[in-house]
């Protein structure tokens, strides 16, 4: 939420486990633990846990890579018992508004790539590039949501690299609960 943005601190302890399954299949397990607390006072918020498990194939043809999955998430959250001081930015705040007690979501997606961007030096020449997408079904709120994601990179003296990115996040399934969505240029030189 956005009081949380503006008033609260997070902190994360996240692990993951990823296996190929014969040559293009895959499986992806990951859990998170969050601890939620306000920025100056550090009262309780909230604490929770999430977890992932995603199903799924990818390949390459040419120089471009593609992978297509389904992925699975839940959240649960103990929350505090009371909306604490600080986060109160009117009285009518409650901590439903604030951060999601519980939360799955089931999608499904896929990606198609040329290099990637904004990650180490380029191994394909230039332009390198990305889009994915992903749609999917959230629950308690019974709602449909999608994610997208594109960007691009292009060389332009040699050893460096340009590159912008957009991605808006619909599906949002995490203890802070809101969609988002993001702009941003970068520039590396590498040597």
Do not use: C
Not at 16 to 45: H, M, P, W, Y
Not at 136 to 162: C, M, N, T, Y
């Amino acid at each position: 939420s956005t009081i949380l943005r503006l008033r609260g601190q997070q902190n994360r302890a996240s692990g993951s486990i990823n296996v190929s399954i014969g040559q293009q299949g895959f499986v992806q397990l990951s859990a998170t633990a969050t601890d939620i607390t306000t920025r100056v006072a550090e009262q309780k918020v909230a604490r929770g846990l999430s977890g992932q498990f995603e199903l799924g194939v990818r390949g390459t043809f040419a120089s471009h890579n593609w992978s297509a999955s389904v992925l699975a998430s839940s959240q649960a959250t103990e929350r505090a018992d009371s909306v604490p001081q600080e986060l109160m930015l009117n009285n009518r705040v409650n901590m439903d508004e604030v951060i999601a007690s519980k939360g799955s979501t089931l999608s499904i997606g896929g990606s198609l790539a040329r290099g990637g961007i904004a990650s180490n030096y380029p191994q394909v020449s230039s332009p390198r590039y990305f889009v994915n997408a992903r749609v999917g079904h959230q629950w308690p709120e019974k709602s449909f949501g999608f994610q997208f994601g594109a960007g691009a990179g292009v060389r332009v003296i040699g050893g460096d690299e340009l590159s912008v990115g957009f991605s808006h996040d619909g599906l949002v399934n995490d203890l802070v609960g809101q969609g988002r969505s993001r702009l941003g240029v970068n520039y590396r030189f590498h040597f």
